[in-house]
């Protein structure tokens, strides 16, 4: 992950990069980002509530999701048979894990909502080129 630093400056270099566009395709980025891009709060309730990784399938990081969604049913499958103790230490663990994504979901989405405008900017300038 990139430091909190790197994001903002890159944050930075996409909005000087999209405050050159003609203002129709400014107003075709906007449009495009504003269905795509995430909300760090959203995230958050998500890694808060749900410690069953279901932030992860929010960013679409489907693998990530699955198997943190696997491991969190295994531990609460462990809870109801003979390894139960196996079980809390499989949730714990977890949960310690996923706390940091909590800490930090400011900057896992900016870092998610930078990849997501730099990829909308290419389009416009792919659709920019193809019409020329």
């Known amino acids: 992950m990139k430091t909190w630093e790197a994001i903002r400056?890159?944050?930075?270099?996409?909005r000087r990069l999209v405050r050159e566009l003609p203002d129709e395709q400014r107003l075709r980025f906007f449009k495009k980002t504003?269905?795509?891009?995430?909300?760090?709060?959203?995230y958050a309730t998500l890694n808060y509530l749900f410690i069953a990784g279901l932030h992860h399938f929010y960013l679409r990081k489907w693998v990530r999701g699955s198997?943190?969604?696997s491991?969190?049913?295994?531990?609460?499958?462990?809870?109801?048979t003979g390894l139960a103790v196996l079980g809390v230490v499989v949730l714990i663990a977890i949960t310690v894990i996923e706390l940091n994504a909590l800490f930090k979901s400011q900057q896992v989405i900016q870092e998610y909502n930078n990849t997501?405008?730099?990829g909308v900017y290419r389009e416009i300038i792919r659709e920019q080129?193809?019409?020329v």
Request: hydrophobic fraction near 45%.
């Open 9 to 14: 400056e890159d944050e930075e270099h996409i």
């Open 34 to 42: 504003e269905q795509r891009l995430k909300d760090p709060d959203t």
């Open 67 to 69: 198997i943190n969604l």
């Open 71 to 80: 491991i969190f049913l295994f531990g609460m499958i462990l809870l109801f």
């Open 116 to 118: 997501v405008m730099e």
């Open 129 to 131: 080129n193809r019409s």
